[in-house]
């Protein structure tokens, strides 16, 4: 098989921003842009394309959420207006001028709930010039919120992960000459 190469560098820095969050997110998204450039398009491809970008949205929040409800309460889940009041909060909490319009978008294409599944018995529905704004506007806004949510917060956290990386070192150069002190590593037989 050959490797996918993305055609648009919007995408492509989306993408390499969300392997920053782990492979969860990044696979479903890069799998998505795949579906979408595809020269023959599957019937189903825009039920597939949704349902992916919805997998990728949840994980998304769900980093985001995380991080900003250390400093922030959020709403319980299932309270009423949960969504937008957390995305007002989360746009907020990224520094985003509420004048920027960036919870609007989030809100109108941060879900994909109703367009991933299907209706009923009627067909698939089409990769319309609807559906390819959607995910475009999609594209964009993890373009600005991505960059945002790492500088803010992601980098927070690579001095912990530094200091633990130093401390597994350290950790391992203690274990030398103990026999079995030392834990296994990837590849050891």
Same mark, same amino acid.
């Given at each position: ?26 696979? /479903? ?24 970008? *919805? ?34 909060i989360l746009a907020r909490e990224l520094r985003f001028d509420p004048e920027s319009g960036v919870g609007a978008l989030w809100l109108r294409v941060g ?6 599944? *299907?209706?009923? /018995? ?58 079995g002190a030392r834990p296994a590593e990837p590849g050891d037989a």
């Amino acid at each position: 098989m050959n490797p996918f190469r993305f055609d648009d560098a919007r995408q492509e820095r989306v993408y390499r921003q969300l392997l920053q969050m782990g492979p969860g997110p990044s696979v /479903l998204y890069k799998d998505a842009c795949v579906l979408r450039t595809q020269a023959a398009p599957l019937e189903s491809t825009s039920h597939l394309v949704n349902h992916l970008l *919805r997998e990728a949205n949840s994980g998304i929040r769900a980093v985001i959420e995380a991080a900003v409800s250390v400093r922030t309460q959020l709403p319980e889940k299932g309270s009423p207006d949960r969504n937008a009041t957390v995305i007002g909060i989360l746009a907020r909490e990224l520094r985003f001028d509420p004048e920027s319009g960036v919870g609007a978008l989030w809100l109108r294409v941060g879900s994909f709930h109703d367009v991933a599944h *299907r209706d009923n /018995l009627a067909p698939p529905r089409p990769v319309d010039t609807e559906a390819k704004q959607t995910w475009a506007d999609y594209d964009t806004l993890l373009d600005a919120i991505l960059p945002r949510f790492i500088e803010r917060f992601a980098a927070a956290f690579y001095p912990l992960m530094t200091e633990l990386a130093g401390a597994r070192a350290s950790y391992l150069g203690r274990c030398e000459g103990i026999p079995g002190a030392r834990p296994a590593e990837p590849g050891d037989a």
